[in-house]
């Protein structure tokens, strides 16, 4: 018992610190990216380019994974819409998004996959030359991206596919505060 007290009074201010940490740098994050992020496809700007931000087709229980059908959906729509022309697709196995959006009305000749990491970091990193961009994935996702797309001068704005419930997403919001946590010792650490 005693032991165990020692480890939680040594454990509670490091634990303490790190949820510190993680909400000052999310209403950092926040502030940075605001006034980008877009819901109504009636209301985005028009950009050449959509970068449909990867997601598991499947989740590890072998069912379909809703956050990539709502991106994959927003996509078609705002291709439809004529808020985008062609779409990159950045995915680590980028060729089953690829074919979804061929198979849902996009022509296969304006659908390129990224041929970088499928790393949001090292795919953003990638479009510095690119030219004004709407990045595509839920707000959670695109706040981090529109972030690094701030810190390597990419010109983005976003468009946020509908989110799931939070339940269902419960996990995901905790990967994704560790994706920032990760985020921000990288860009502290590493000069890209």
């Known amino acids: 018992m005693q032991r165990q007290r020692k480890w939680l009074s040594a454990a509670l201010p490091v634990v303490l610190a790190l949820i510190g940490i993680n909400l000052a740098f999310a209403l950092h994050i926040t502030q940075t990216v605001a006034g980008l992020t877009y819901a109504d496809v009636t209301r985005i700007p028009a950009r050449p380019i959509g ?39 950045s995915d680590d196995d980028p060729q089953p998004m690829r074919a979804d959006l061929i198979k849902l009305g996009i022509p296969a000749q304006q659908v390129e996959v990224d041929a970088n990491d499928a790393r949001t970091i090292d795919s953003i990193a990638a479009l510095r030359s690119t030219g004004p961009v709407t990045l595509i994935s839920q707000h959670f996702h695109n706040e981090r991206a529109l972030y690094l797309a701030h810190h390597f001068g990419v010109d ?4 946020d596919a509908q989110d799931v419930s939070h339940y269902y997403g419960v996990l995901t919001r905790l990967r994704e505060q560790a994706a920032r946590l990760r985020m921000l010792i990288e860009l502290t650490l590493h000069d890209r």
């Open 156 to 159: 983005a704005i976003a468009f």
């Open 51 to 89: 970068v449909l931000l990867g997601a598991p087709r499947q989740t590890w229980r072998g069912k379909d994974n809703a956050y990539y059908w709502l991106r994959v959906r927003a996509t078609v729509a705002l291709y439809q819409s004529h808020k985008i022309s062609r779409i990159l697709v």
